[in-house]
């Protein structure tokens, strides 16, 4: 059961190292909070309104108080287990709403002070420089599924980053690697492991320049970048890298601002794969086409298209959303 | 905890062995949920994959997420076929009005977390190395549930770097520390573990830095 208490002036509710698994709400009077920064040492004192808990963390973490909590005017409150705590607010999500932002902005500023205590140290990576060494090491220990992952994704982060072309030869050498079907392949010896090798070089062959393409597009340099995938849809080798291709093809156009260009490549291209893995993408491509063109009507139209064939958790609705929203601000 | 989490369903995401949830590094906009599967969690350091956690069905993580699209600090793979609903700041508004008890469980997360930030800043504010190599194990002794809180020796499943990971120094410099704790006999290492032969004098010793540090 809830009980409600009271407490003089100079009295204490909890000590700093007690433990104590209640929770506190403060119905009237006054109560401070008393530690030491962390960091600086420095005594602080935070004053509790009524009508606010205290006491929360250690008794939902199981820890030694914090904080010496004291009464600095004759204070009424009312004390919650844990389980009548929980009660309380799973009836009343606002308030595990207001504490997580409170947790989450301590918890934010205690990684932000560790950082810094660290970072004197040699421990920290830049990220983009992070991220490239973890595909590293999984090329290195031939895990390549995992090692095109992170690749693939310093790619989308880092498209022009100074280790795009590297990344992007890795990214080759691991598709090489898992398309030349390693280990699995070998172990079933026999059979059909003289299929067709040429079929195979070729199809790495295709995967080399698309990558190739790719590193030109990375480090801006739009037309090369352009002739390459050309050639990739030309040669035709692989459906999957064509399809692939047709789409770089119109970020090319759009990287060299050839926007009339780029609505008819991805329009032809919709027509001929109303099912590409990266349809809204292009869709939000020609948008920005109509925009650039100063066709915003047209614009709206191809953003809320791909609103519409997205959910709002998505990446992608994002990107629309906030295309819309700027599109509305410039007029 | 059981809860019902079949309107959620439209959240679910499928990830197969071995595939990577997210990168460390990488920027984090979703947290997760596991429905089925375990999750393992690591961290890449030089040629070195060091297991952090191993998470199972009914656990969060990437929950740091919420917060701000900061780079990830550890990278997740799926060690089954693993079911998770995957959230982000948008949707969670949703989650919470829908499951408050998965908010719940979030805010004990957080304490927990706030909790072992706070344990390790304190570590690393001592300015005597030696005395923060033997806060790392008074750290760790916290956490070991399972042994005799009486007991003087205590023993460690842990390695040089896991202990200069946390003590905020180069493992060659820590190396040097435990060598001469081990000179001096406090301490034995092994391969996989750590033990520390007395960890009141440990307890001691690093009170003492704390204090004399304080009247400074």
């Known amino acids: 059961m809830p009980k409600a208490a009271r407490y003089h002036a100079n009295s204490v509710v909890y000590f700093k190292g007690d433990m104590n698994d209640r929770v506190y709400i403060l119905k009237s009077g006054k109560v401070s909070l008393n530690y030491n920064d962390i960091e600086t040492g420095q005594e602080i004192h935070d004053i509790i309104n009524t009508g606010e808990f205290f006491g929360v963390k250690s008794a939902l973490g199981r820890y030694p108080r914090e ?19 929980e009660q309380l607010v799973l ?11 409170v947790f989450s902005n301590q918890l934010r500023r205690m990684h932000k002070q560790v950082r810094n205590l660290i970072s004197e140290g040699k421990d920290g990576l830049e990220p983009e420089e992070g991220l ?15 090692s095109l992952y992170a690749f693939r994704r310093y790619i989308t982060y880092y498209p022009s980053g100074k280790y795009a072309s590297e990344a992007t030869t890795h990214m080759e050498e691991a598709e090489k690697a898992l398309q030349g079907g390693g280990a699995p392949a070998s172990k079933a010896g026999g059979g059909n492991s003289a299929r067709n090798p040429a079929a195979q070089e070729e199809l790495s062959d295709t995967a080399k320049s698309y990558y190739n393409a790719v590193s030109l597009f990375s480090q801006d340099n739009y037309q090369g970048a352009l002739e390459e995938f050309r050639k990739i849809v030309q040669d035709n080798n692989s459906d999957e890298y064509v399809a692939k291709s047709h789409f770089e093809i119109g970020r090319c156009y759009l990287g060299l601002e050839q ?24 869709l939000l491509y020609v948008g920005s086409c109509h925009e650039k063109l100063g066709n915003s009507a047209k614009a709206t139209g191809f953003y809320n298209k791909v609103l519409s064939m997205s959910s709002e958790n998505e990446v992608i609705y994002r990107k629309a959303k906030r295309a819309l929203r700027e599109l509305e601000g410039a007029k | 905890m059981n809860v019902d989490l079949s309107m959620f369903e439209r959240f679910a995401v499928i990830f197969q062995p071995g595939d990577i949830v997210f990168c460390e590094y990488e920027p984090g906009d979703n947290f997760y949920l596991i429905q089925s599967g375990r999750v393992q969690i690591v961290k890449i350091l030089g040629d070195i994959e060091k297991n952090i956690d191993i998470l199972q069905p009914g656990e969060i993580f990437g929950e740091m997420a919420i917060l701000e699209e900061a780079p990830r600090s550890a990278t997740a793979v799926a060690i089954d076929k693993v079911k998770a609903l995957e ?32 344990r390790r800043f304190m570590i690393l504010t001592l300015s005597n190395i030696e005395a923060r190599v033997a806060d790392v194990f008074l750290m760790l002794a916290e956490n070991q549930t399972t042994e005799d809180p009486d007991q003087d020796q205590r023993t460690f499943s842990t390695n040089v770097e896991d202990i200069a990971h946390w003590a905020g120094m180069s493992p060659v410099e820590c190396k040097k520390i435990l060598n001469h704790f081990a000179g001096q006999r406090r301490v034995e290492i092994y391969e996989n573990k750590i033990i520390v032969k007395n960890i009141n004098d440990f307890q001691r010793f690093v009170t003492s830095q704390r204090n004399k540090q304080k009247s400074e």
């Open chain 1, 67 to 85: 904080e010496t909590a004291v009464v600095l005017s004759d204070a009424s409150m009312v004390s919650f287990s844990v389980p009548e705590f």
């Open chain 1, 91 to 101: 009836k009343n999500t606002r308030i595990i709403m207001k504490m997580l932002k």
């Open chain 1, 132 to 146: 490239f060494r973890i595909g590293q090491y999984y090329l290195n220990s031939q895990k390549y599924h995992q």
């Open chain 1, 259 to 282: 926007y009339e260009k780029c609505v008819q490549h991805y329009t032809q291209m919709i027509k001929h794969y109303p099912q590409h893995p990266d349809l809204r993408d292009a």
């Open chain 2, 87 to 118: 959230f982000n700041r948008e949707n969670f508004e949703v989650l919470m009005k829908g499951n408050p008890q998965i908010a719940l469980k979030l805010l004990k997360l957080f304490t927990k977390r706030i909790y072992d930030q706070k």
